[in-house]
């Protein structure tokens, strides 16, 4: 990969694409279109508060300035008002193909009205820190924000001071994102009650995820007169989940502590579903073929054409047939040869990369974005040999790329489990190793992998089917029920 920028200019979209479901800033809070709901601790119960999050956001030079305004209130009539601007720096770390932010807070101000009392928010300290992993098929990241709030009670009523800190983690690809929070609150407040001053501290836990996933379903038709029994639909759809945990101190009428206050909860916010029909394929060669679900997937997705009637199941997948097949799975898209105008005449033209790719080739646009963004790589030098059959190993290679989980597999000399682990190729040995784990590529019924076999059409659509359904299911499962637990 050349800069990470060409991946983000690469990225479009062919398929609904989302970023994130609705940001609901730093406060540990969830949003869906309509609504914000969050819970405050300081008042020594678990108090939830909703109602409107504006969002407003610019960027300049790699640096973005966001702003949130909260206008919420409590069951029992309380209310907070609360303005947050915070300024996130980006800083692209080409060689990793990685970007790193910092991001501060600007200006605040808060007022939390709860049980006749009034908590102002006097000072706020904030740092947070991510790191991006861009990939071409899912960016990965992870970050921490940490932070202290004080706030006065009642003017002259004593302090209440919230240490906070916080693990991030998260990515985003062409069916949906995920991003899920584990914050923790520390408590200490200094209150004054009939001239008696009163100490006394509570913790509290909150995760919060905001998922947006996709699915894929076949739908019948049901009426008879109709020129295409079925077709698939594609869904996507977003949800925000929070659960909290919390140790708090328990008062009494006068302010005193009298014992412990603990407990736990949940809240959840669905976002409008987005529905999308999509075409359905006329081909007459996959009837009876074990892999017709995942050929017609890919065609009704338009993966791969529907300029023919004939898929050709059975045939050896070329090498150009099967990066533009997965460039496409991956929203990767196709580079665009720049036009010779009369002021750029004087330009040099256009030079393919590989000797045997022509920039007037139908699919140059998209060998060459996958050769920029690290999919795929010559045969030789300046060679791509477009037509050459592609083989198991190059498969693997591909798939993980595009993932970007090549690191999971084992480090120094390893056995991949395979019975013919010795002619893997050495360049193809931890990607298939890899992918053999997530369940992308898997072996025969003698335990053989056949890394050097040619892959037929067939197996190459339905490895690419495997992919997305990785993308779109095993993924959200891994980062939201292992880290949110619900």
């Known amino acids: 990969m050349k800069k990470i920028m060409i991946i983000l200019i690469l990225l479009f979209m062919v398929i609904p694409v989302y970023a994130f479901a609705n940001d609901a800033g730093y406060e540990g809070g969830i949003a869906n279109e309509y609504e914000y709901k969050e819970v405050v601790f300081i008042t020594g119960s678990p108090v939830v508060f909703d109602g409107k999050l504006t969002v407003s956001q610019s960027t300049r030079s790699g640096t973005t300035t966001s702003t949130y305004r909260y206008q919420l209130s409590s069951g029992d009539g309380g209310k907070l008002t609360r303005t947050l601007t915070f300024t996130t720096v980006d800083t692209p770390k080409d060689q990793y193909n990685q970007v790193q932010s910092n991001t501060t807070l600007s200006r605040f101000s808060e007022t939390i009205t709860e049980g006749g009392k009034v908590y102002r928010l006097s000072s706020y300290d904030f740092n947070g820190s991510d790191i991006k992993s861009i990939n071409p ?14 706030y006065t009670l009642n003017n002259n009523g004593g302090t209440i001071v919230v240490d906070i800190t916080d693990k991030t983690v998260g990515y985003s690809h062409a069916y949906g994102s995920v991003k899920t929070q584990q914050i ?8 004054v009650s ?17 998922t947006v996933s996709s699915d894929l379903q076949y739908v019948t038709n049901d009426p008879n007169y109709i020129s295409f029994r079925g077709g698939y639909l594609l869904s996507q759809a977003g949800q925000d989940v929070m659960t909290y945990t919390y140790d708090l101190p ?27 029909r999509l075409v359905v394929p006329d081909v007459r060669d996959i009837n009876g073929t074990w892999g017709y679900d995942d050929i017609l997937k890919l065609m009704s997705m338009e993966i791969f054409p529907n300029d023919s009637k004939y898929f050709g199941p059975k045939l050896p997948i070329t090498r150009t047939d099967f990066t533009v097949a997965v460039a496409k799975a991956i929203n990767l898209a196709p580079y665009t040869v720049p036009k010779m105008t009369g002021y750029s005449k004087s330009k040099t033209a256009e030079v393919s990369p590989f000797v045997d790719v022509s920039t007037s080739d139908s699919n140059y646009g998209y060998i060459k974005a996958a050769s920029q963004a690290g999919l795929i790589s010559g045969t030789a030098p300046n060679q791509f040999s477009p037509d050459k059959p592609l083989t198991r190993a190059e498969a693997a290679v591909i798939f993980i790329r595009a993932l970007g989980l090549s690191n999971l597999a084992p480090s120094g000399n390893f056995n991949t489990g395979f019975k013919d682990d010795v002619s893997i190729p050495s360049w193809a040995k931890r990607d298939i190793y890899v992918a053999n784990e997530i369940g992308l590529l898997e072996g025969d019924s003698y335990g053989n992998i056949d890394a050097n076999d040619t892959l ?15 993308m779109m299911k095993d993924l959200t499962v891994d980062y939201v029920q292992k880290v949110i637990n619900y």
């Open 137 to 150: 098929g899912v960016d990965y990241f992870a970050g921490n924000f940490a932070g202290r709030k004080v």
């Open 184 to 191: 923790n609150y520390t408590i200490e407040g200094n209150t």
């Open 194 to 210: 009939n001239n008696t001053n009163i100490s006394w501290s509570g913790t509290a836990n909150v995760n919060v995820s905001f």
């Open 250 to 276: 328990e008062f009494d009428g006068s302010g005193n502590v009298i014992g412990r206050n603990t407990g736990s909860s949940s809240a959840s916010l669905d976002e409008v579903p987005q529905e999308k």
């Open 456 to 470: 037929t059409r067939e197996e190459a659509a339905a490895m690419i089917s495997r992919m997305i359904d990785f």
